[in-house]
Nanobody, 121 residues
Framework: QVQLVEFGGGLVQAGGSLRLSCTASGIIFSTNPMGWFRQAPGKQRELVAAIESGGTPNYADSVKGRFTISRDNAKNTVYLQMNSLKPEDTAVYYC???????????????WGQGTQVTVSS
């Protein structure tokens, strides 16, 4: 079974920074892509950023220039550096990974348990 474990949420003032990390553990052949989604109260879950194993990132327009996603393929870990945080970034952040358990199996989506990020004004 694959597990995604997240660290790094918390409370920060507007303009501050936080760094999230997420590690996938279990029997894993490949993870591609890995990324972060967020869900604010009363809103749908939305993509924040994702990164392919080759390093190509993709960002939501609302976080471009402020957030940076990176990954360590050897550790099956993805990071999200969040700078210049705004109150509207407040949400539960979920790690996501598309995982292939063995070479000839299909890809499956896995999710972390979520970590709260709160930005005060």
């Amino acid at each position: 079974q694959v597990q995604l474990v997240e660290f790094g949420g918390g409370l920060v003032q507007a303009g501050g920074s936080l760094r999230l990390s997420c590690t996938a553990s279990g029997i894993i052949f490949s993870t591609n892509p890995m990324g972060w989604f967020r869900q604010a109260p009363g809103k749908q879950r939305e993509l924040v950023a994702a990164i392919e194993s080759g390093g190509t990132p993709n960002y939501a327009d609302s976080v471009k220039g402020r957030f940076t996603i990176s990954r360590d393929n050897a550790k099956n870990t993805v990071y999200l550096q969040m700078n210049s945080l705004k109150p509207e970034d407040t949400a539960v952040y979920y790690c996501n990974a598309r995982v292939k358990l063995v070479r000839d199996m299909p890809w499956y989506d896995y999710w972390g348990q979520g970590t709260q990020v709160t930005v005060s004004s």
